[in-house]
């Protein structure tokens, strides 16, 4: 027997004990703990979010016992034309911001508990489409989807990692010959300019710290998204404002609760790269160990002043050279730099794996 259960953004901790037994599932990313939901959920608590949107837990009780949790989020009211707005219906909760990838809640994947909870929402919220996005492929729900509802795969989001090598050496030989240059000229700008320019590890970071890390980011993000018509054309500049609307909420937003810094300081996992000028912070690269062989990156920027440094990109560098294949020798660390197709990902001997996006409907 399979019972639906609802709950509410003021209810998640009653089901923290369901959540923390389902979260061990091998499908499972840092993307599904219950510690980084914990910081999304406090963004709906801080009203973060418009009226016409409302986040909901969904429990699947097979027997009694906690099965399959959706974590929903409803747009009651939406648009989207070429990749431009977002369209109405049911998403998971993180679509939008920093959750790379998403899923349902599961320890074995069950699809009776899937179709009911999918039934239930739809009827409880009367939505008519369900947007399942960023679902990692290979996984039991990508399988489901794919086999059931093949017709509604709308696209495909690549994402990129490095595999672990014996040596730096062999990692070095990944790296594209225009990247090698590149971190050549990066360092000897250093040098010329005499920039003190370095890298430090923070296992545990303050709060301090994560504000002004991620001020940094909020900077950066600002500048990129600045208007400007005759340069960009107008669909660029369209795509610019949306961008610069979501940035603006987002700074608005560190006013109220931002579950990034929320999980910089209190994700026991959380593993931060600062980049420095001396002692000033000047960039970071943020992301969440998952058990001891994957690194989940997140984030990665820089303070713009810095650019003809390419800051960025020399840090990954030196976190390959100094931190993982420190003495020359091997890792089995994955550094999974996960949604997008940035160059600098690739000219770090990067490899694609791939997100599947649905659009199901009645």
């Known amino acids: 027997m399979i019972e639906i259960k609802f709950f509410k953004p003021e209810q998640f901790d009653e089901i923290k004990a369901e959540w923390e037994e389902l979260q061990t599932g091998k499908d499972m990313t840092v993307f599904q703990q219950r510690v980084w939901y914990d910081g999304l959920n406090r963004q709906y608590l801080a009203d973060c979010f418009k009226s016409s949107e409302k986040a ?14 959706a974590p929903v989020h409803v747009k009651k009211h939406g648009f989207e034309y070429k990749g431009i ?3 109405s219906g049911a998403y998971i909760i993180g679509r939008w911001g920093f959750t790379d990838y998403l899923n349902f809640i599961y320890r074995d ?20 489409k369900f947007h399942f996005d960023f679902i990692r492929r290979s996984t039991a729900m990508d399988d489901y989807l794919l086999e059931k509802y093949g017709d509604n795969k709308i696209s495909e989001t690549i994402c990129v990692q490095t595999l672990p090598h014996d040596s730096f050496e062999e990692f070095h030989k990944t790296m594209t010959k225009y990247s090698r240059q590149n971190i050549r000229k990066a360092f000897n700008r250093e040098n010329k300019t005499g920039t003190e320019i370095h890298i430090s590890e923070f296992g ?13 980011y909020v900077d950066r993000s600002g500048r990129k998204n600045e208007l400007d018509i005759k340069k960009d054309g107008l669909k660029n500049t369209i795509l610019k404002y949306f961008n610069k609307k979501y940035n603006d909420e987002l700074k608005n937003g560190l006013k109220k609760f931002n579950y990034i810094i929320y ?3 209190n994700n026991p996992d959380s593993y931060m790269i600062g980049i420095f000028h001396g002692e000033q912070k000047i960039g970071f690269i943020y992301g969440i160990m998952e058990g001891k062989n994957i690194w989940r990156n997140i984030i990665v920027c820089f303070d713009e002043e810095y650019k003809y440094f390419t800051p960025g990109r020399t840090a990954y560098f030196r976190y390959f050279r100094d931190i993982l294949y420190a003495d020359g020798k091997g890792t089995d660390m994955i550094t999974d730099m996960s949604r997008g197709t940035e160059r600098h990902k690739y000219e770090l001997g990067g490899t694609e794996h791939y997100l599947d996006n649905f659009l199901v409907r009645p």
Do not use: H
């Open 263 to 265: 999980n910089m300081v």
């Open 56 to 69: 909901v837990y969904a429990v699947a009780y097979r027997d009694g016992a906690a099965a399959m949790i």
């Open 109 to 128: 994947f069950d699809p009776e508990c899937f179709e009911e909870l999918v039934a239930q929402i739809r009827t409880k919220f009367k939505v008519k």
């Open 204 to 216: 545990t970071v303050s709060e301090e710290d994560a504000r002004e890390f991620f001020s940094i």
């Open 85 to 87: 707005g977002s369209d």
